[in-house]
T-cell receptor, first 115, second 113 residues
Framework: GAGVSQSPRYKVAKRGQDVALRCDPISGHVSLFWYQQALGQGPEFLTYFQNEAQLDKSGLPSDRFFAERPEGSVSTLKIQRTQQEDSAVYLC?????????????FGEGSWLTVV | KQEVTQIPAALSVPEGENLVLNCSFTDSAIYNLQWFRQDPGKGLTSLLLIQSSQREQTSGRLNASLDKSSGRSTLYIAASQPGDSATYLCARGEAGNNRKLIWGLGTSLAVNP
């Protein structure tokens, strides 16, 4: 596609519900990132994929968070048993290669509200 | 601990002014420094990327500088326009395989007609 696409754009979940957020990166982009941005804050790194390999998941806040990119393109971020502190915008970004210097492209985010 | 700090947190200026947004970071061993723009309800748009070996980058009315020794970057916006109103975030890229970004909290800019 022309840009990074994320779905759903908005999600309201009841506390304890599981959610799945989808990211379609730009076609051919090797690197894929997930970031979490709380209201009034800068984004916080969650996890990084290089093709299908999850090379860094050090930012995932708990074992309730799980991400996958099984075929090296579309990625899904899953949050189990959601809690109110999970309310945030979840941003996906992709980059052409693993070499820094290429522009990173962000999607518009998935806005999660846990009630 | 905020590794990347942006000053001011908010700024309101009349149209046409030249302005400077500041970003400071605590780790001088950065890989690169990037400036992004975020509009309400939207994702992030990359504005300028400065590699650690570079001193500045320019794009149109935007100029970003990097001083690694002092741990500072500035974003200069010339002849500001109402369309420049947005939140501007700086992020330093870590060395390493993923080059993940460490972000500031942003400067919220309002340019008034």
């Amino acid at each position: 596609g022309a840009g990074v696409s994320q779905s759903p754009r908005y999600k309201v979940a009841k506390r304890g519900q599981d959610v799945a957020l989808r990211c379609d990166p730009i076609s051919g982009h090797v690197s894929l990132f997930w970031y979490q941005q709380a209201l009034g804050q800068g984004p916080e790194f969650l996890t990084y994929f290089q093709n299908e390999a999850q090379l860094d998941k050090s930012g995932l806040p708990s074992d309730r968070f799980f991400a996958e990119r099984p075929e090296g393109s579309v990625s899904t971020l899953k949050i189990q048993r959601t809690q109110q502190e999970d309310s945030a915008v979840y941003l996906c970004a992709s980059r052409l290669s693993a070499v820094t210097g290429n522009t990173i492209y962000f999607g518009e985010g998935s806005w999660l509200t846990v009630v | 601990k905020q590794e990347v700090t942006q000053i001011p947190a908010a700024l309101s200026v009349p149209e046409g002014e030249n302005l400077v947004l500041n970003c400071s970071f605590t780790d001088s061993a950065i890989y690169n420094l990037q400036w992004f723009r975020q509009d309400p309800g939207k994702g992030l748009t990359s504005l300028l990327l400065i590699q650690s070996s570079q001193r500045e980058q320019t794009s149109g009315r935007l100029n970003a500088s990097l001083d690694k020794s002092s741990g500072r970057s500035t974003l200069y916006i010339a002849a500001s326009q109402p369309g420049d109103s947005a939140t501007y975030l700086c992020a330093r890229g870590e060395a390493g395989n993923n080059r993940k970004l460490i972000w500031g909290l942003g400067t919220s800019l309002a340019v008034n007609p």
